[in-house]
């Protein structure tokens, strides 16, 4: 029993969880009733941190320097083009996501190109990126608000049994990177590259090109979160994506995930999320004002990276 | 071998922000000839000086290889804290506005203690200080101290305020950073921080007079900020974290290796101000205004990947 | 202890302390079990260049790092310029008027030459600053290597090598509130060129009469024969003679390093080596001789530590035909986050997928093949990597390199911190892979291991200076090579 308790306490998403849960209790007794709905509601909205946190998680995963900071625009881009697409008819969906897809993965394609061919580092090679993806993104959209396709917008929305359907799509994604992460080679490679750069290449992995494919993989998920987004949210908006660029590291951070590399928390981003997302309903219910809320999150953030901190020093 | 192209070099690491910004510039009177005038030149660069201001904050963290993510909250708080406090009790404005740069002392405090990547803590940081503001000023408003505005607003004979403004920012923290012996330790930091340790400095004070420095320099973007738009809101300036880290490569420093380039940092600021109005007066729309930003910025990186300059980073 | 010596004996000794800078009384200095020093005498005399010679983990860097304050000693007693007690930390060094240049350079390469002057003299600061600190580097510079044509002015990073050692070098002679007493100087000539190096030996002896002790470590057997009054020679963390430079030669220092005892237990006899035929690599290191390797064949790369070998097997490193042995784990070899299976098994995934998928099983049951045939110490082999000692780390990282498939093994000196009975199991499986059609190329730095080798290539300043035939294989040959 108490080998358990310490394997579970070993755990990097333990702490998140454990975090999670007692964030929703307060919030339930705070509130005296509706836990069931603060649970429906965060795995709601926490769907979408789930998703590009994930893509986050395997670039940080990389090493020391890599970063996402393209996400944001990412899930602008994506979403316009799905909805554009789609055009609000339900045989559109299919054609609309794979586009929609498509533009995920060239973004990650040219974050990639910029970071390896051109040797830009990663944090302003995204950063650049994106602005241009924004670009790309007002241009296509062209002011226009495109509607979901009933089909999809239903799905997006859909909570039979207060679990709602896109949060089955957060759980699939996940569930398929941490068995990526664990039982491919390029998932022990991502690893490997995090871990020592050089010892993998002399190890005789693919560097390079894992390296290129993670930023690829960044892209494409976060195009499902643009999509999924836009579709959840009655069609694409410009800015839609704008708190994902801070939150998507703040879970990749919290949920356990090295920020030095080489070791993926899957299931930490999980407890992350729906920990950041209680925590704000929680200090809502406790009648707290958004800036309290936001001060509160700041320093959970640097409070858990100086423990983890302390885990590496010793 | 290396000698003979140093000087070269040194000039080459400042030419290529000055070649852009000058390209920049040329192309906006070109198109639109009437802003080559005092009011043309004031009206474009007005913005330019708190977001320079900014981008220094940032160069002060990547002299020691550090990054902030908390600089635009923060300039927010300061315009917060100016259009509230500053103006109506002084004496509390500024003891905030201190107790501020302090505690940007203190994460530096905290980053070299712990040994933490400060791209977290500042990240962090963001929401704290964004909190605050929001706290002290929960909807815009607020109004700029008088003598602010006045300053701020303040002709100058023949030559536009910004433009003064913006050479001694430029000049003051070159000669602090590049001239003086203080100078050259904080730079030893980031360039090998284990020699300077065996030399008997203190990494610990380094980094946090760097992180206060930080701090000083979001202070006086945030009161230049206020000065010019006379109220203040928490988002003012959310933009600021990206485009300081921009302008800051941009004008030649690096993210490694204790590289940086005052001069070249505040050139790189201007450009990045300019470029949207040099896309407002080519005609293509608000529209493609970041993406010129984002445009410049890998044409630049890449040209000077391509000199190898940033072999070594 | 001389300090408990009668009165009378004491006066004498008093005496001879006024002369003595420094002075070391059995000291020794342990890490873990290693013990690198093991009860050291020596002393260092005013105005006296004592050279300090020895084989690559000797003991002569933790000596140095004792007089910097870097390190304390386990036990035994120092003196310095007469206070007794050890050297606290590099700020207490500098008061005492001991100087450093480190054999990794510690120039800041982002800053200028006076920049960097600057950070060793707190008391270039103010007005006026970095004239004066030009000024003290350039005319050092111009006293130690006359003709040099290095600018105050140039950033570290534009200099080439060469450069920035004179710099470093010329920068522990300048003196602005204390003077240098005691000048460490580590491998100082190892990126000079003759005539620079000979520079810095005249000047050693210039600074020597004006009374400032230098220590000058270096494998440059002729340097210290040249510049030195005494020569120090450490072998396997003990001083095993100080004697005048002037009853020495070359030879009679090489029979001191090697410990005098000549090898009984030679490994291998000549007869047992075999030459293959088929060609599998060729290879020419810095434009000098080639490097060829036959199928099946173990070559040796020999030559002192720090002289191209591991740049060399780094740039060969390919990863479809070569699978490489790391000798510095914690740069080239270990991922620290994983368990000792996982890492023995990164060298051969392909063996353990099963449709796509890493099949964990196949890979465990491997790790527990590879527990018994290397004889690693792990209870358990899902233990992190990092639970096991560094002799254990090195034989997973053996067993990474032999589980490929590889045909091709690069070896970088990977037997450091490995027991003896390991070393033989290993020698042993070296022999049957190599008997079974693997060649090997492995670097080392110690002599009995080249004697495993059938040929044997000696590096020097990354080229190759000689290349040694199955009979050719001796101690003095390769040393001959190496200086």
């Not at chain 2, 107790?99 to 980053?111: D, K, M, Q």
Request: charged share 15%; net charge neutral.
């Amino acid at each position: 029993m108490s080998a358990r308790l310490r394997w579970l306490v070993r755990q990097p998403w333990s702490w998140s969880f454990a975090a999670a849960i007692v964030v929703w209790l307060v919030a339930a007794v705070a509130a005296g009733q509706g836990a069931g709905g603060a649970l429906t509601a965060a795995l709601a909205f926490g769907t979408f941190y789930v998703i590009v946190g994930l893509g986050q998680m395997v670039v940080v995963t990389l090493g020391p320097g890599n970063v996402d900071l393209s996400i944001p625009s990412t899930i602008a881009l994506a979403g316009v083009i799905g909805m554009k697409v789609m055009d609000g008819s339900n045989g559109g969906i299919v054609p609309g996501i794979l586009a929609a897809l498509a533009a995920g993965a060239a973004v990650g394609l040219a974050n990639a190109g910029l970071v390896f061919l051109l040797r830009i580092p990663p944090i302003v090679a995204t950063l650049s990126a994106s602005f241009i993806v924004q670009s790309i993104a007002i241009e296509i959209g062209g002011g226009l608000l495109v509607k979901p396709p009933p089909a999809l917008a239903w799905f997006a929305t859909a909570a039979p049994l207060g679990l709602p359907l896109a949060a089955l799509v957060a759980l699939a994604l996940s569930l398929l990177v941490s068995l990526v992460l664990a039982r491919t080679i390029f998932g022990r490679t991502v690893s490997a590259i995090g871990q020592n750069r050089r010892a993998a290449r002399l190890a005789g992995l693919q560097v390079n090109l894992v390296a290129v494919a993670t930023y690829a993989l960044s892209g494409v998920l976060s195009a499902v979160c643009g999509v999924l987004l836009a579709s959840f949210s009655g069609g694409a908006s410009l800015d839609m994506g704008v708190e994902y660029l801070l939150s998507s590291i703040a879970v990749v951070v919290i949920g356990g995930t090295s920020v030095n590399g080489g070791r993926a928390s899957p299931a930490g981003v999980w407890g992350a999320a729906l920990f950041l997302f209680l925590l704000v309903s929680m200090l809502n219910t406790l009648g707290f004002g958004a800036g309290t809320r936001m001060v509160l999150t700041g320093l959970v953030i640097i409070g858990v990276i100086t423990a983890a901190g302390g885990e590496r020093a010793a | 071998m290396g000698r003979a192209v140093l000087p070269v070099r040194v000039d080459a690491r400042l030419l290529l922000p000055v070649a852009t910004f000058v390209i920049l510039l040329g192309a906006i009177f070109w198109l639109q000839p009437r802003t080559m005038s005092y009011f043309g030149l004031n009206l474009m660069l007005n913005l330019a000086v708190p977001l320079a201001l900014a981008t220094i904050a940032q160069m002060m963290f990547l002299t020691i290889n550090d990054l902030d993510l908390s600089i635009g909250s923060f300039v927010g708080l300061v315009a917060c804290i100016t259009a509230t406090w500053l103006h109506d009790r002084p004496w509390l404005g500024v003891l905030a506005l201190l107790g501020c740069i302090a505690g940007y002392a203190a994460v530096g405090a905290l980053v070299q203690w712990r040994q933490l990547p400060s791209i977290v803590v500042t990240l962090g940081l963001s929401f704290v200080w964004l909190g605050l503001a929001i706290l002290l000023l929960p909807s815009p408003g607020g109004n700029a101290p008088d003598w602010l505005a006045s300053f701020v607003g303040f002709h100058m004979p023949l030559v536009p305020l910004p433009i003064v403004a913006c050479v001694v920012i430029g000049l003051f923290t070159h000669v602090l950073m590049m001239r003086t012996s203080f100078g050259v330790v904080l730079r030893g930091m980031g360039g090998f921080s284990r020699a300077v340790e065996r030399a008997g400095w203190s990494a610990l004070r380094a980094r946090m007079t760097l992180y206060a420095l930080a701090g000083c320099f979001g202070v006086l973007s945030g009161l230049a900020l206020v000065g010019l738009t006379t109220s203040a809101d928490a988002n003012i300036a959310q933009r600021y974290t990206l485009l300081s880290v921009a302008g800051s490569i941009l004008g030649g420093c690096s993210f490694f290796g204790g590289r940086i380039a005052p001069i070249g940092t505040v050139i790189g600021a201007l450009t990045l101000a300019l470029a949207s109005s040099a896309l407002t007066f080519l005609h293509l729309g608000a529209d493609w205004q970041v993406g010129a930003q984002g445009a410049i910025l890998i044409a630049v990186l890449a040209l000077r990947a391509l000199t190898g300059r940033e072999r070594e980073a | 202890m001389p300090s408990s010596c009668v009165p009378l004996a004491t006066e004498s000794s008093h005496a001879d302390r006024a002369h003595s800078l420094v002075r070391f009384t059995e000291i020794a200095k342990s890490f873990g079990p290693v013990r690198a020093l093991d009860g050291v005498d020596l002393t260092i005399e005013a105005g006296e260049c004592l050279g300090l010679v020895g084989h690559n983990g000797a003991g002569k860097s933790t000596l140095i790092n004792l007089l910097t304050g870097a390190l304390a000693p386990t036990s035994g007693s120092m003196e310095v310029a007469g206070a007794p007690g050890s050297v606290h930390d590099p700020r207490a060094a500098r008061a005492l008027g001991i100087r450093c240049v480190f054999q990794e350079l510690s120039l800041c390469p982002n800053l200028t030459v006076a920049e960097n002057t600057r950070l060793v003299h707190p008391g270039l600061r103010g007005w006026n600053w970095s004239r004066r600190a030009a000024s003290l580097i350039e005319a050092a510079l111009d006293t130690v290597f006359p003709g040099h044509r290095i600018r105050a002015g140039a950033t570290v990073a534009s200099l080439s090598l060469t450069e920035r050692q004179m710099v470093e070098i010329a920068r522990a002679f300048t003196t602005t509130d204390i003077a240098p007493r005691l000048v460490i100087l580590d491998e100082p000539t190892s990126s000079l060129d003759a005539s620079t190096a000979s520079q810095l030996l005249a000047h050693i002896g210039r600074v020597t009469q004006r009374g400032c002790s230098v220590l000058l470590v270096t494998h440059m057997l002729h340097e210290v024969l040249e510049s030195a009054d005494r020569i120090a020679v450490m072998s396997d963390g003990r001083v095993v003679g100080c004697d005048p430079a002037g009853v020495h030669d070359r030879d009679s220092l090489v029979a001191l390093m090697s410990g005098g005892t000549h090898r009984a237990s030679v490994a291998r006899l000549a007869a047992d080596r075999r030459t293959g035929s088929s060609q599998v690599l060729r290879a020419t290191p810095k434009g000098g001789e080639p490097l060829v390797a036959n199928q099946g064949e173990v070559i040796g790369l020999g030559g002192l530590a720090g002289h191209g070998q591991t740049e060399f097997l780094v740039d060969l490193f390919s990863a479809r035909t070569m699978a490489m042995v790391a000798g510095d784990r914690k740069r080239d070899g270990v991922f620290p986050l994983w368990s000792i299976g996982e890492n023995i098994s990164v060298g051969a995934y392909r063996k353990h997928l099963r449709h796509g998928l890493l099949n964990l099983a196949s890979e465990e049951a491997s790790a527990e093949e590879w527990r018994g045939r290397m004889k690693i110490r792990a209870p358990d082999m899902g233990n992190p990597i990092l639970s096991l000692s560094g002799g254990n780390q090195q034989k997973a990282l053996f067993a990474r390199a032999l589980d490929s498939d590889a045909g091709i093994i690069l070896m970088d000196d990977p037997m450091r911190g490995v027991d003896v009975q390991t070393k033989q199991d290993v020698y042993a499986m070296i022999r049957a892979q190599a008997a079974a059609g693997r060649t090997f190329l492995w670097y080392t730095t110690e002599m009995d291991e080249l004697y495993e080798c059938d040929r044997v290539y000696v590096f020097r300043e990354g080229r190759i200076m000689a290349a040694l035939g199955p009979d050719e294989i001796t101690e003095e040959r390769v040393l001959q090579a190496s200086f």
